[in-house]
C-alpha cells in the first residue's frame, strides 16, 4: 500500500508539472493578466508536495524492509544498520532518480512562493521550463525507472547495498551533489525565461545569483566528500583519478563558478548579457551531461552504476530535448538581446572576463579529455586518458585564472589601471617569485607541484588584501564570502601540490614487534587479530605511530570481508596532525608471520579538503550576505512605494 | 557578436548527441582484435622501465617456453586492478614480461611498490610504437607468445580471476 501511495503521487505529480508548464506558457504567450497565470504557482507548489510524499513513502519501505518491493529487494537487506536502509533508498539508481526531482519539485515550490522580482512574464516562462524539465524526469522515473515497482513473489532476503558505499560519508555525497546539480538546474529556467521575453536585466542575474550560489556551496561540498572518501575508501592514498565520474562532477562546478562570477558582473554592472544566458545552459548541460555519462555506462569507468542502455537513450533525449532547445532559443533569440554595458580591459569586469575564459577553458579541457575514448570508439580505437593529459594540460589555464583572481578583486568596476594597485602586485608577484626559488633551492620538487606552491603562496597573500585599509566590521558579508572562497583555493592549491611534491611512501612486510618508518614516523605493527562488526568480520592490525619519536598513536586499518553482498574492502587508519597525515592500509599476509603493511606520510594533504570547505563556507557567506541585501532592499522599495501610496491618497482625497 | 558564431554550440551539441547516440547503439563489448595474432613477433629492442628489471627485446620470445607478454602503465586504472591476477599467474608458474606504456621510470616504480611486480623484464615503450606495431589498441592486453616468438593468444582489458586459468591453459597450448 505505501508503495502504491507513493507511486500515486508521483502520477500525480507529474499531471501537475504538466499543468505549470502549459499554464505558464499559455500566459507566457498571451502577455501579461492572462487567467491561467494564476494557476502556474499553485500548480507548482502542490506538485513539490506530492513529489516530497513519494519520496518519504520511499524511505518508508526502505526503513520497514518492504522485501515485495523490488528496489529494496536489490539494495537493501534487513540486516543493514538502520542509517544505511535509509541511505540505500537513494544509494540506487531509481531511488537517486527519486530524490532528483523531489529536490526539483521543492525548488520549484520555493520561485513560485517566494520570487516576485521579476516581471510576471518572466517569471511565467521561467516556471514554464521549470516544470518542463521536471516533466522529463517524472517521465523517465514512470517509464523506464520506476522505483516502486513490486515483485510478483517477495523476496526472502534482499541482496544488500554494496559495502563500499555502506559508508555515512557516502550516504550523503550524492544527495549534496544533486542538490547543486538541481540548483543548476534552477538557474537553467531562469536562463531560458529571460531569454524567452528577452529581459536580461541586472535583475535577472540577482534573481538567478542565490540559486547558483547555492548549487555551487552543494557542489563544492559534494566534490570535496566524494574526494575525502575515494581517499580514506579505496586504499590506495590517492584523493583524484580524473574518472569519467569524477570529471561528470567537476565539470558542472567549473561551469558554475563560471556563472557566478558572470552572473555578478551582470547584477552589478549590467554587462556580459548574452554570455551569463549561455552559461546558465552550459551549467546545467553539464550536470545533465554528467548524468548521462555516469548512468548509460558509456564511458567505462571505476565507478560500477548499474548501467542500461535503455535508460542511456532515456537521458540521452531528454539531455537532447533540453539542451538541445535551449541552445536553439539562444541562437535564435541571444543576437536580439543587446550588449549591455562596456568596460574596460583593466577593471574588475576584465579581470572576471579572463577568469571566465580560462573557467571555460578548463572547462573544455576535461570535457574534451573525458568524451575524446567516446570519439575515438566511435573510430573503433580504444583509449585511455589520465593524469598525463589532465594534469599539464589544465595548469597551463588554471594558472593564468590564478593569477587574475590574485589581482581581479583588486581592481575597480567599470574602469582601473594596473598603475593604481602596483604596491599590491609588485608584492603578489614577488612572493610568487620567492616561493618559485626557495622551493626549487630547498627540494627537488618537478614542474607542476613547484608552480602549485607559488601560486598558492601568492594567492593566499592576494585573496586576503582586498579586506587591507577597509574597518573589518563594516565589510560587507558578501566580500568576507569572496575572501574566504579564494583563500581556500589557495589553501587547496597548496595541499595538492604539497601532496604531490613531499608525499613519503613505504611497503614493508612486518612481523608483529618490527617497525618501518615512513617520513617523520616511525610505525610499529604490534599485532593482527580478527574483528567483527554487525555485518562484516575484519582482519585489524594494531599499529603503534611516533611522530618524530613523541608519544606513540595506535592506528588500527582493517581488510574487512563484508557478507552481504560478499566482497573485501580496506579500510585505512589515519594519523591526522595539523601539517599532514599518516595513511596505514593494511596488505595481505606475505608468509612466515609477516603482513604487508603500506605507509603514506602526506604533508598537508589534509588542506586540499578543508580548503575545500572553506570555498564552501564562503559561498555561504556570500549567499547569505546577498539574500539578507535583497530582502533588505525589498523592505526598502515596499515602504517607498507605501509612502508613495499614502501620499497620493492625501493627495486625491480633496478631490473627492 | 555575429550571428552566425551564436549557432556554433548548438552544432558542437548536435555533434555530441549523434556521437552518443550512434555509440549507445553499438554493442559495448566489441574489442579491437589484432590482425598480429598468429604470426610472428615484430623486432623491437625495449630500454628497461625500471632499475631493477631489464628491458624487453622481441629475441626475448624464442627462448622455446612460452610466455606472457602484459600491455600495462601505471597511469591506467583497470591495470591496478588486474595487478592481483597477474601475481596469481606468476605464482602459478606463468613467465610474464611487460611493457609499460607512455610512463616515467619513477612512476613504474611507484606502480610496481604499490601494487606488486610479477615481471621478469619490463621494456618502456614511450611512444606506444610496439604496442601499435602488435596490434593492441588499448592498455591493459595481454598476449601469449609461444616458444618461438609468435603471438598465440590476445587477451583484451584487466584480466579478471575467471581468465587466470584460461591464460594458463593458452600458454600450455602454445607450448606443447
Sequence with gaps: MIAELGLAALWLAAALAALQLVCGALATHAGEG????????????LQGGLAAFSFAMLVWVFAITDLSVKLVAANSHAMKPLVFKLAGAWGNHEGSMLLWVTVMALAGVLIAAVERRLPERTMQATLAAQGFVALGFYAFLLLSSNPFERLPIPAAEGMGLNPLLQDLGLAFHPPTLYFGYVGLSVAFSFAVGALVTRQVTPEFARAMRPWVLGAWVFLTLGITAGSYWAYYELGWGGWWFWDPVENASLMPWLAATALLHSAGVLAARDALRAWTIMLGVVAFSMSMLGTFLVRSGILTSVHAFAVDPERGSFILALLAIYIGGALLLFALRAGTVSEGERFAVASREGALVVNNVMLSAVLAIVLL???????????????????????????????????????????R??????????????????????????????????????????????????????????????????????????????????????????????????????SAEAGPWRVTLDRVEPV??????????????????????????????????????????????WNGQLYAVIGQEAGRGRWQIRLWWKPFVTWIWLGGMLVALGGVLALIGRVLADLKRRSVTRRARARRDEARALVAEPAE | MTRWRLWVPLLLFAGFVGLAGYMLTKPKDEFVESRMVGKELPYFALRPATQDRPGVASADFRSGKPRLLNIFASWCLPCIAEARQL?????AGAEIDGIAIRDRPEDVAAFLRRHGNPYRRIGADDLSEVQLAIGSSGVPETFVI???????YQHIGDIRAEHVPMLLEKLAEAGS
Design chain 1, 369 to 411: 579529455g573525458t568524451l575524446y575514448p567516446l570519439l575515438t570508439e566511435a573510430f573503433d580505437v580504444r583509449v585511455s586518458v589520465g593524469p598525463p593529459y589532465f594534469n599539464p594540460v589544465g595548469t597551463i589555464f588554471v594558472a593564468p585564472m590564478l593569477l587574475a583572481m590574485a589581482v581581479g578583486p583588486l581592481l
Design chain 2, 146 to 152: 609461444d616458444g618461438r616468438g609468435r603471438i598465440a
Design chain 1, 532 to 577: 567483527a562488526g554487525p555485518n562484516w568480520t575484519a582482519l585489524q592490525a594494531s599499529l603503534s605511530a611516533s611522530y618524530k619519536g613523541g608519544e606513540p598513536i595506535v592506528l588500527t586499518p582493517q581488510a574487512r570481508s563484508f557478507w552481504a553482498p560478499p566482497q573485501q574492502t580496506t579500510e585505512s587508519a589515519l594519523a591526522t596532525r
Design chain 1, 413 to 514: 568596476w567599470r574602469q582601473d589601471s594596473l598603475g593604481r594597485v602596483n604596491r599590491e602586485v609588485a608584492l603578489v608577484a614577488a612572493l610568487i617569485l620567492a616561493a618559485l626559488v626557495l622551493v626549487s633551492i630547498v627540494g627537488e620538487v618537478s614542474l607542476l607541484p613547484l608552480i602549485g606552491l607559488s601560486l598558492a603562496g601568492g594567492l593566499a597573500v592576494a585573496s586576503l588584501l582586498p579586506l587591507g585599509g577597509r574597518t573589518l566590521r563594516r565589510v560587507p558579508l558578501a566580500t568576507w564570502g569572496m575572501v574566504a572562497a579564494h583563500f581556500g583555493i589557495a589553501m587547496a592549491l597548496f595541499g595538492m601540490a604539497s601532496d604531490s611534491a613531499f608525499t613519503k611512501e613505504r611497503l614493508a612486510a612486518l612481523e608483529p614487534g618490527q
Design chain 2, 87 to 91: 601475481e596469481a599467474l606468476a605464482k
Design chain 1, 34 to 45: 492572462h487567467d491561467l497565470a494564476l494557476l502556474t504557482r499553485p500548480a507548482a507548489i
